[in-house]
């Protein structure tokens, strides 16, 4: 899987620099930045502010909060000033996201309240690329940026957006700033992090499209497994979340999540929806862990945390799951996470655990 981190900050930073650097003589100061209320000069500076301020939050190790300071520029200083400042603020970000170990987690307020080094290097592009087309645009600059890194950021933090032919275009009708054909006009936009809940042992660590497409094909998916993982249900199932998605109806919280050991911040299993609650407020859940993790009780601890955090939901009733006569322990792990056998066939048990809505 193609990384997001500091190689992809620095290209995104060379870029936007690149371009505006052959407007340096320009006024920035009176031209207004494409469709906002800012000007040109103050968009600029708002971008190295967003970068030092991903690269606080990470370095910091922030979780309750934003780290409370911010950058000031220097009086008289010029446009070349401003992008030198863009330049040292990405790399200051790039080299932060390079040295967070995977595990880390900062605060962020959208929407779960926390990013890992991955969501923050992805944030900070997503600002660069588009207030660098906001500038571009108020100052008559044409900005393209690489097809591949704009398909990376919409992969990691726009979930929830169908992925387009073009990403670029993609990506500013995702930010408010373009349309494509056959979707409505965006409004009010937000990117999402991946959803991440703790467990006792673990943390059971939403995965994202990026992370569904290395998966499916055989990969990681960013992960540092145990021996004999990822199991073949968590390659499955992160295929179904990446129909979803290219389908455009995938939901981030309803998907996949690997389970994520807080030992030694190896992954053990997978565990995930089938899809979004029906119109009864029943969802299905299901499971698996590597085989060289089994046997420790992982998968009743995960299962009871996201059931949890599922019937916490107002949208749902009940958890469901079903599984092959011959499976005692996937059974034994459903009845000792408060599950109860409700039906059956020839071919598989279902279970269910009802909620207070339920």
Known sequence: ???????QV???VAGAVALLRTATGRDWETVRAGRLEWSCRYTAEHIASDLIAYAGQLAGRATEAYVPFEITLDDGTDNEGVLHVVETTGALLAATVRTTPREVRAFHPYPFRSANREG?????ITEVLAHTHDIAEGLG???????????????????????????WRTLLWATGR???????????WRWRNNLVIEAERLTLQGVTPAAATDLAAGGDGGFEWVESGPFQGTRDAAGMLLKAYEAGVHRPEWGVFVLVRHLDGRAVGGMGFHGAPDEDG??????????????????????????????????????????????????????????????????QLAYELRGPRG
């Open 1 to 7: 899987m193609r990384s997001m981190g500091g190689e």
């Open 10 to 12: 620095e290209e995104a």
């Open 120 to 124: 923050f290097a992805a944030m900070g």
């Open 141 to 167: 600059l044409t900005h393209e940026p690489p097809a591949e890194l704009c398909a990376g950021v919409l992969a990691r933090i726009f979930p929830h957006v169908q992925p387009g032919a073009d990403p």
């Open 178 to 188: 373009g349309e494509l054909p056959g979707r409505a006009p965006v409004t009010g």
């Open 282 to 347: 029943r969802v299905e859940i299901g499971y698996d862990v590597a085989e060289a993790a089994r046997g420790c009780g992982y998968a009743t601890e995960a299962l009871r945390a996201l059931s949890a955090w599922a019937l916490a939901r107002e949208e749902v009733t009940s958890v469901f799951a079903t599984t092959e006569h011959a499976n005692l322990a996937s059974q034994a792990v459903l009845v000792r996470a408060g599950f109860t056998r409700v039906a059956g066939d020839e071919e």
